[in-house]
């Protein structure tokens, strides 16, 4: 069973820095497209950002230019490196990963900035 393991988050000031790491169990499979997504108190899911195996990048207008996404395909991991933290990106932030046409998830982390 394909598990994802994340970790970094935590409590920062408005401007400050934070880099989340997601960390699949599986060594001897490529995983496809991975991704983070994140959940604020009384609102949506909402997609962050996406890279493809390929390295191909998206991210959602919000957090363009503040933050980034990479990969390191040899261990099946994924960071997204958030600068210029903002109080509205205070949310549980989720990694996922597609493989074999199944995504997995991550536990999630909390990312709280404070004002």
């Known amino acids: 069973q394909v598990q994802l393991v994340e970790s970094g988050g935590g409590l920062v000031q408005a401007g400050g820095s934070l880099r989340l790491s997601c960390a699949a169990s599986?060594?001897?499979?490529?995983?496809?497209?991975m991704g983070w997504y994140r959940r604020a108190p009384g609102k949506q899911r909402e997609l962050v950002a996406v890279?493809?195996?390929?390295?191909?990048?998206n991210y959602a207008d919000a957090v363009k230019g503040r933050f980034t996404i990479s990969r390191l395909n040899a261990e099946n991991t994924v960071f997204l490196q958030m600068n210029s933290l903002k109080p509205e990106d205070t949310a549980g932030y989720y990694c996922?990963?597609?493989?074999?046409?199944?995504?997995?998830w991550g536990q999630g982390t909390q990312v709280t900035v404070s004002s």
């Open positions: 996922y990963a597609d493989l074999n046409g199944l995504r997995r």
């Open positions: 599986i060594r001897a499979f490529s995983i496809d497209t």
């Open positions: 890279i493809t195996d390929g390295g191909t990048t």
